[in-house]
């Protein structure tokens, strides 16, 4: 149990709860559905973040000597050989998964893992470590969209979410000193514009992927995150969507589903990451600089939804915003940051 606890800790596995939205709000951004091939993004997804992971800890042992001395490397309870192996292992996963989704989720996949590893190697304490950490994060949401065949169509919704990773990457970068009050100041302005852009453009009558039985993958999505949710809050669920005949009542309620959903959802990412950007704008110590940099990657769950919601996708937004309270559970046990 000790070891397996160690690698939680340096995996960060509760983090991976914002990892599936990439894809899935890719997929449907890029104006198609989540399919077989977009669970295969979704694997490749998990595991280059982990392999990251992996690598973060591997480049960063000797500094975390000094200022993390309880992280898994510096503690000895894993070798860094270990970890970099690991890291090996897990990105030759990734790209084998990217491969199997096709020709163009391969072509994204692997400057995807470049970025990665350069970051983790050589950009990470860079003026460019922010930048490259928000371009994966829009690479990785690329890489959903390229399993419908239309990747362009997801670029504005890329740019939003590497926009959101650039403000928490920059905050994070003061995480174990703090001391500076600018970053949070920043990150929280950011996300009152993304709050705003996130939701221009929703769906009024569009009905795409999010209506009817066709689409089956984001059902199956949907009903396993909507019961797993049920499970780690002790409530019960009950699933019926796309099931029956459609009415007109039932049409009315998609679209008004439709017009308000992108809304709530980005009102709960901006209290997500809002409401610990400003604790520590107002005390910049490295505690509360933390837990607002944790804050910033669990509202990375909620800002996914929204993108999803906006493309008419209100299925595939609610098996993204599902994953919240599961990873916000986990991350009591083992820290995201």
């Known amino acids: 149990m000790s070891r397996a606890r160690a690698w939680a800790e340096l995996l960060r596995l509760p983090a991976l709860f914002t990892v599936p939205g990439d894809a899935l709000s890719g997929a449907v951004a890029a104006g198609g559905r989540p399919n077989p091939r977009t669970l295969l993004a979704i694997g490749s997804s998990l595991c280059l973040y982990e392999a990251g992971m992996a690598l973060n800890d591997w480049a960063d042992r000797a500094e975390d000597a000094a200022e993390r001395p309880h992280r898994p490397l510096p503690s000895g309870r894993i070798r860094p050989a270990s970890a970099f192996t690991a890291a090996c292992a897990l990105t030759a996963a990734g790209l084998g998964l990217a491969a199997r989704a ?20 050589a950009l990470k304490h860079t003026p460019a470590g922010p930048v490259a950490m928000a371009a994966a994060r829009g690479l990785d949401h690329l890489l959903g969209a390229a399993t419908t065949g239309r990747p362009r169509e997801a670029l504005p919704s890329a740019a939003l979410l590497g926009t959101h990773t650039l403000a928490v990457t920059t905050v994070s970068r003061r995480e174990t000193q703090g001391g500076t009050a600018l970053p949070p100041l920043a990150a929280l302005a950011v996300t009152a514009v993304l709050t705003l852009l996130s939701t221009r453009g ?42 029956g005949r459609r009415t007109p009542a039932h049409d009315r309620a998609g679209l008004t589903l439709d017009r308000v959903l992108p809304t709530a959802l980005a009102t709960v990412y901006a209290a997500t990451a809002g409401r610990l950007y400003t604790h520590a704008a107002l005390n910049p110590s490295p505690p509360l600089t933390q ?13 996914q939804a929204v993108l999803a919601a906006r493309a008419g996708s209100g299925l595939t937004a609610l098996a993204i915003a599902a994953l919240a309270p599961i990873g916000r559970k986990y991350a009591k046990k083992v820290s995201v940051t």
């Open 291 to 303: 837990r607002a940099v944790g804050g910033g990657i669990r509202a990375t769950i909620p800002l």
């Open 102 to 121: 096709g020709r163009p989720a391969l072509a994204v996949a692997a400057p995807l893992a470049a970025t990665v590893w350069a970051y983790d190697l």
């Open 202 to 243: 929703a769906p009024g009558t569009k009905r795409a992927a999010s209506t009817g039985a066709g689409d089956r993958t984001a059902t199956v999505i949907a009903t396993a995150t909507a019961t797993a949710t049920a499970t780690a809050t002790g409530t019960g669920v009950g699933v019926g969507m796309g099931a």
